[in-house]
């Protein structure tokens, strides 16, 4: 089965001109960027002076299946015009503006530095949202830099208008803290179906002996290789578990394009379905299509934004327990820069993609699940975790969540997963955040976020960041440096 759930972003680039310049300034330049840019930006002909150009310039780029657009102000630019473009296109926009890079200020000034003040001003009196990098004015070369940049902020927003989130099940009983009230989620764009757990186990019966199980069951020993297979007589349920899922997905997303599921995984899963689910969905997480555990829809999301964003593997974690003191000293102090409570845990049974784990991983059992649901004994239906060591990686925490008011906000945090053995067990890890004492008492703890959140293996702080920005999420909190104390943070401490 082909399942792309990850968008192509198709760019393209239309240059602007007042009227009062020269044409040409804008048109050479657009030209300039597209070259030092490459293949794969589309440079549409129509260059924008009136608001007849936006309209034709609008219907260019969407009949040569740009889904993503560069609005260039190669001179001042005319801010209606212009502007109108943005609304007209609809999709992801860019602004960008032209630095004056020849040393001709008399018929070779453009006044771009300028133009960008009037083109802001206008986006907002029409309400409009457009991504404007840190620095827009640019010369050819650091304009193909800053479109590149853009690429996976465009990637997730076109992912977030053309998703669903699948779900099975309330949230279990302790875990109200995942909370999903719906309308955060339409505000985004984002379509939600909600189905009971009867459904999937009703889903999964009909895929008995389905003739795909046996290749399903080669790929997965072959991932995880003989060592890692843990149960073999295992695989076929998860094989049919993995094909009922990707079926649903198939046959329930409608009109849109991308989906991403949030799944109830205990208490009833393992006695009905006969193992537990997470080694299947670190596999779907491992194609852009994240299955979030216990119900959490927002951490689903987010997990979906992430795969956006880099393009590569994500994962679901518990922020979860304190390094030990002693594991710090004998592996951490003097090694790495980072004090104790710099450090902590992530954790999950066991939904992390293989990709991203230490070689000695294998499919094993649920320990809390076990002690639970079998009294501790011999692990039978709690059985089918992923579990081992993450491996060292850059990573970017992150969650965008609705909170219980209705009101959506997020956090970002960049660290790094330590070559530390945790001596534990599940998918768990050593992650350094700096600062990390401070974020999780003034942003985590104060704005009431969840256990959860989300891991993209790289620091992708950057383009999270814009993505937030992009979508109008007010509050996009991060760990603040000693320097820069949160409100909440008590200056006598």
């Known amino acids: 089965m082909t ?86 296109f609809g999709g992801p926009c860019m602004i960008l503006a032209a630095a004056e890079g020849d040393g001709d200020l008399i018929g070779g000034r453009g006044d771009a530095y300028c133009g960008v003040l009037n083109c802001s001003y206008n986006l907002g009196m029409r309400r409009l949202t457009a ?13 193909a830099g800053e479109i590149r940049a853009f690429l996976p902020v465009a990637r997730a927003l076109l992912g977030v208008r053309g998703l669903k989130i699948i779900t099975f099940g309330p949230r279990p009983q302790d875990f109200f803290a995942c909370n999903a009230p ?33 290749e399903v069951c080669r790929d997965m020993a072959a991932e995880l290789g003989e060592s890692g297979v843990g149960y073999p007589e295992l695989l076929p349920r998860m094989a049919q578990f993995e094909l009922t899922l990707l079926d ?55 997990e979906y934004i992430g795969a956006c964003v880099t393009g590569d593997a994500v994962t679901l974690l518990d922020i979860n327990n304190s390094v030990p003191a002693a594991l710090y000293d004998a592996e951490i102090r003097g090694r790495y820069p980072y004090a104790l409570r710099d450090t902590f845990m992530g954790f999950h049974c066991g939904n992390t993609p293989s990709c991203k784990m230490c070689a000695d991983r294998a499919v094993r059992y649920q320990l809390i699940q076990n002690r639970l649901l079998e009294d501790g004994g011999t692990p039978d239906f709690t059985r089918g975790t992923l579990e081992g060591d993450l491996a060292p990686s850059e990573i970017t925490f992150f969650r965008l969540q609705c909170d219980s008011e209705g009101v959506l906000r997020s956090y970002i945090a960049e660290g790094e997963i330590l070559p530390v053995r945790t001596g534990s ?24 976020y969840p256990h959860h959140g989300a891991v993209a293996f790289s620091h992708s702080g950057r383009a999270l960041y814009d993505v937030f920005r992009y979508l109008g999420i007010g509050d996009i909190a991060y760990n603040q440096p000693k320097s820069l104390p949160y409100p909440t943070e008590n200056p006598f401490c």
């Open 3 to 88: 399942f792309t759930n990850i968008p192509e972003v198709r760019p393209g680039i239309v240059a602007v001109s007042r009227d009062c310049f020269p044409v040409t300034l804008s048109a050479s330049r657009r030209a300039a960027i597209v070259r030092a840019y490459g293949e794969g930006l589309y440079e549409c002909p129509i260059t924008v002076e009136k608001e007849e150009d936006a309209v034709r310039a609008a219907a260019d780029v969407r009949a040569a299946g740009c889904n993503a657009l560069v609005v260039y102000l190669g001179n001042f630019g005319p801010e209606t015009p212009e502007t109108l473009l943005v609304q007209r």
């Open 131 to 143: 991504y404007i990098p840190p620095y827009p004015v640019v010369t050819a070369r650091e304009a």
């Open 182 to 214: 719906i309308r955060g989620l339409y505000e985004l764009g984002v379509e939600i179906e909600e189905n009971s757990e009867l459904d999937l186990l009703v889903s999964y019966r009909a895929h008995a002996g389905d003739a795909r199980i046996g």
């Open 248 to 302: 649903w997905a198939e046959e329930h997303r409608g009109a849109r394009e991308y989906v991403a599921f949030a799944d109830k995984c205990w208490p009833a899963f393992p006695k009905e379905f006969g193992f537990e689910p997470c080694y299947v969905n670190s596999r779907l997480a491992s194609r852009g299509i994240p299955v979030a555990c216990e119900v959490d829809i927002y951490g689903a999301l987010s």
């Open 425 to 448: 067990f599940g998918g768990i890890g050593v992650f350094a955040v700096p600062e990390m004492a401070r974020f999780y008492r003034h942003v985590l703890i104060e704005k009431r």
